[in-house]
């Protein structure tokens, strides 16, 4: 099961003689504008996943997710009333609340590929560190792109298997590099955030205090 958002382009391969059945679920986003879901629906990551990083279903939830489309089938082409369009937003609603389930519960079943996906993730992040002379931040799409994933699914899959995103993973993989920096350096703090990637220090030392409670020159003196 995949999912595009809003002005996506979809291809099918219409070489390949293999029998294709499914279905689709298109709305626009006027439908949900004036309900929860219009400002809720920003939450849900998979819109923005690849096509290789599609929800495998379990025959009970393919049939649980089947219903609430028939549900939704049902009220768009029969009941038309006051009431048609709240009825067919709360199926809505409830199918990408258990989409959000079982994408959660694919995160941990597939374990084995979620390791080597964190595994590679964590090498790429140190190797970046290691390295004598940054090149500049480190951001969530290169990082992404550097292992073949779009960003929302490397997020979703770091914060189901570990409770941090990739940001809040490279920053604290910057923080730890910060900090042997600076207890073992006698650079100043302009030039730690310089070297780190930052364009101005006062982000660097705002970012520092945040994760440590302690300005850069604090974390410093506590080693005299």
């Not at 819109?47 to 025959?59: D, M, T």
Request: aromatic share 10%; net charge negative.
């Amino acid at each position: 099961m995949t999912f595009a958002a809003p002005n996506q382009i979809i291809a099918v391969d219409q070489g390949d003689e293999r029998d294709k059945d499914g279905w689709s679920l298109m709305f626009h986003p006027d439908l949900i504008r004036n309900y929860p879901l219009g400002k809720s629906i920003k939450n849900y990551g998979f819109f923005s996943y690849e096509v290789n990083e599609a929800l495998h279903l379990s025959e009970e939830e393919e049939k649980l997710i089947e219903g609430l489309v028939r549900n939704i089938q049902n009220e768009y082409e029969s009941r038309i009333d006051n009431f048609s369009a709240d009825v067919i937003v709360s199926n809505l609603d409830l199918l990408l609340n258990y989409c959000n389930r079982f994408y959660n519960r694919q995160f941990v079943t597939r374990k084995m590929a979620n390791n080597d996906l964190l595994s590679n993730f964590e090498k790429k992040l140190t190797d970046h560190f290691d390295k004598d002379s940054l090149s500049g931040l480190i951001t969530v799409n290169n990082l992404a792109k550097e292992l073949n994933v779009s960003a929302s699914y490397l997020s979703d899959m770091l914060r189901a298997t570990t409770g941090q995103n990739t940001q809040q993973h490279i920053h604290n993989k910057l923080i730890d590099k910060a900090k042997e920096i600076l207890a073992n350096t006698n650079l100043s703090v302009s030039e730690i955030a310089f070297s780190l990637g930052f364009e101005f220090p006062q982000s660097f030392s705002k970012l520092f205090k945040n994760k440590t409670n302690m300005s850069p020159l604090e974390y410093r003196q506590s080693f005299n």
